[in-house]
């Protein structure tokens, strides 16, 4: 899991830069009155320096997560993923938060399984209830 992570630093950092030039060209296009078309302009502006980022850079995403993965289609989706700036990411980040907590939960019920163990409840009795620190007589109920 530590290997995937710092697999996708570089395409993590370059949607940080993608996101800052998003802040930066925004009020640059304020001019434009129609919010869609600037919202457009935008977008088409930063998944643009994003193929350049991800084919001249050699930032990946889909490899670390998937070795073998056909080259062109890893461009495509580390292109679009890292034009999304930071949104991509954490969405990517949960999911494998997500995984590692399923595999967890996998582990221990198989763990449970080996011994014997799952399903079990303890079962033991509550230790009787020490009088000598009451304040009063013990009432069965």
């Known amino acids: 899991m530590d290997k995937v992570i710092t697999a996708l630093l570089p395409a993590f950092a ?3 830069a993608i996101q800052q ?3 930066i060209l925004d009020p640059l296009f304020s001019k434009i009155g129609d919010s869609n078309r600037k919202k457009t ?11 350049i980022f991800v084919w001249g850079g050699g930032l990946t995403v889909l490899a670390p997560l998937k070795p073998g993965i056909n080259q062109w289609i ?3 989706a580390s292109a679009l993923i890292v034009s999304s700036g930071t949104e991509g990411f ?11 907590e ?3 939960a996998a582990a221990g019920d198989a763990k449970g399984s080996a011994d014997g163990t799952i399903g079990l409840v303890n079962r033991q009795q509550p230790a009787p209830f020490d009088t000598a620190f ?5 009432v069965p109920s």
């Open 74 to 76: 890893d461009l495509a």
């Open 90 to 100: 954490n969405s990517i980040i949960k999911f494998m938060g997500y995984k590692k």
């Open 41 to 51: 302009l935008i977008n088409v502006i930063s998944a643009a320096v994003a193929v």
């Open 134 to 138: 009451s304040s009063g007589p013990v």
């Open 14 to 16: 370059a949607g940080v």
């Open 102 to 104: 399923e595999q967890k």
């Open 21 to 23: 030039l998003v802040e």
